[in-house]
């Protein structure tokens, strides 16, 4: 079961694609929990059992909803809020793939997302029309998708959720130990190994279902000399039986890239920011998820030929030499923070120099997780300055760098007079910002004997900042929703087929309400957009707080 405000994020965001029928029955999922038929059936009122069954067919369709068979209950269904929150990202999916592969691999990737998850004979039986060169333009893109894996194959396996095939996994270990004449009373330690066996093997299930999207289809030449056909090496094509859908993890790795870009280019410059970008690209094939501490080793070879040219190099480091001309190598060292190897310096660096594996000193990583805990912070940080002012974020800062304080001597550090910083840390946490620590003197927790001190949790801050943001894109979708229906009227005019697009035609009531509703409807997808970006950052980047010791 999801939170409260998760929950009422995907209701509006299923109503705003589905309809409310289908919001209705994930809901009733979402409330209380995998279901089977007739107790989902039962718990939706004013829905009929054939409106139930359509709706879960299209949200399985759309691989919102999981099913498996229970031993008591038989089929049941789970929803996967994850992927209604992940909907907020499709127009950004298509224009990362558009600016990467065309606009072809974006049309084939628009319409994927539309339909779920689809054969690539139905998608170019779709989109080209049976034209002979827009099949093969179409198929080509379809092939580029799947084998820098934006696609990836749709298994049955795949319908299962992950913690049921992990439950499913380790059963069958422990059946195998069982029968292999091992001990049935199984210590802690037969515990992990039973679960790394079982993730091992939900692994192995994974590589072989991604394998399954392509095949090699032998080519056939044939000689003039002898008229005889042999068999040349293999070609790898798209298989025409599997269903595809749209990888949203490799997709994830683009957006946070260009986040980690837009960050270097917030703190250093343009050049120091497209040495960065240069260094993600040339690592960019290897970047399947968002699970990845660091990106993979690169020289700095590798990094020069994925710049542009070298005149973008000109001018981002400045010296008191007139005639010095920087290297990719001066960039490198200074998104390694080469000039400060204290703790402040290694965990502010974007870049880590790798020794060893004979790469030499010139091979260096993007370090993921310090920058997503940087960037984490930030965005707390910011949301702290918004609500409470800049002696907030000081009070903050301190309490992250120093620890636990009480009320007297965090007064006198952050140079707040107490009877301002009293009511500033009441208001913070009653936001859930910073928490108090009660440290009593004696045994018997008399509130005079009792030292109150004051600390940031961070996972907590965290948690509750992403419900507000939850709660946030909730409003705007719901907004976006009551607006649209307002102006359903002129929308449907416009959309006749007898207009065919010609909108001056319309009366001029309806051409104002359609410019105020576009113009609205732009401010809320930007606004949309804006509050996405820093759930993505708390929620899918790495860089979580370090648990208390």
Not at 275 to 303: C, K, M, T, W, Y
Not at 422 to 449: C, F, G
């Amino acid at each position: 079961m999801a939170e409260k405000q998760t929950v009422r994020l995907c209701y509006h965001i299923i109503n705003a694609h589905f309809g409310p029928v289908t919001a209705q029955v994930a809901s009733t999922l979402l409330i209380r929990g995998r279901l089977p038929l007739p107790q989902l059936v039962r718990l939706t009122p004013g829905v009929s059992p054939r409106e139930v069954r359509l709706a879960l067919l299209i949200l399985v369709q759309h691989n919102i909803v999981w099913h498996a068979e229970d031993e008591i209950d038989g089929e049941v269904y789970e929803i996967n809020w994850e992927e209604p929150v992940s909907r907020l990202r499709f127009g950004r999916y298509i224009m990362i793939v558009r600016d990467k592969l065309g606009d072809t691999a974006a049309e084939v990737l628009s319409f994927i997302l539309d339909n779920g998850k689809l054969r690539v004979g139905q998608v170019i039986e779709t989109l080209a029309f049976e034209d002979p060169k827009q099949v093969k333009k179409y198929r080509f893109a379809f092939h580029t998708l799947v084998d820098q894996k934006y696609l990836k194959p749709c298994t049955p396996k795949s319908q299962i959720s992950p913690r049921d095939r992990l439950i499913q996994h380790e059963a069958q270990c422990k059946r195998e130990r069982a029968n292999g004449g091992g001990n049935s009373i199984l210590t802690p330690k037969d515990l992990v190994e039973i679960k790394m066996m079982a993730a091992k093997k939900i692994q192995q299930e994974e590589e072989e279902a991604d394998a399954l999207g392509m095949v090699r289809r032998p080519t056939v030449e044939e000689t003039r000399s002898t008229k005889k056909k042999t068999l040349t090496e293999d070609e790898r094509v798209v298989n025409e039986d599997v269903f595809f859908k749209v990888n949203y993890p490799k997709l994830n790795t683009c957006i946070r890239n260009e986040i980690i870009i837009e960050a270097a280019l917030h703190r250093y410059n343009a050049q120091t920011a497209e040495v960065l970008r240069a260094a993600l690209q040339a690592s960019e094939d290897r970047q399947l998820n968002l699970l990845d501490f660091r990106s993979e080793p690169v020289g700095q070879h590798d990094i020069s030929s994925k710049l542009s040219s070298t005149s973008v190099l000109l001018n981002g480091i400045r010296t008191s030499k007139k005639s010095y001309s920087p290297s990719v190598k001066d960039y490198v060292a200074l998104l390694c923070n080469d000039d400060n190897h204290t703790p402040a310096g290694v965990a502010s660096a974007f870049m880590a120099q790798v020794s060893g594996g004979g790469g030499g000193s010139g091979r260096v990583t993007v370090e993921f997780d310090r920058i997503g805990r940087r960037l984490k912070q930030r965005v707390y940080e910011s949301n702290v300055r918004e609500r409470f002012g800049d002696d907030a974020v000081k009070v903050i800062r301190i309490l992250i760098d120093k620890g636990k304080m009480d009320e007297k001597h965090l007064s006198k550090v952050a140079l707040i007079a107490p009877n301002v910083l009293r009511p500033l840390l009441t208001r913070l946490s009653a936001a859930s910002l910073v928490s108090l620590q009660e440290v009593p003197k004696s045994a018997d927790r008399n509130p005079s004997r009792t030292y109150y001190l004051w600390y940031v949790d961070l996972a907590k801050a965290y948690s509750n900042l992403l419900s507000a943001l939850y709660q946030t894109l909730a409003n705007i979708v719901a907004r976006t929703t009551e607006e649209e229906s307002q102006v359903r009227p002129s929308l449907d005019k416009r959309d006749r087929t007898d207009l065919n697009g010609q909108e001056h035609l319309l009366n001029r009531h309806d051409l104002a309400v359609l410019n105020e509703w576009e113009e609205k409807q732009e401010r809320l997808h930007v606004l949309a957009m804006r509050v996405e970006e820093n759930v993505f950052i708390l929620r899918d980047m790495l860089g979580d707080p370090e648990p208390e010791r």
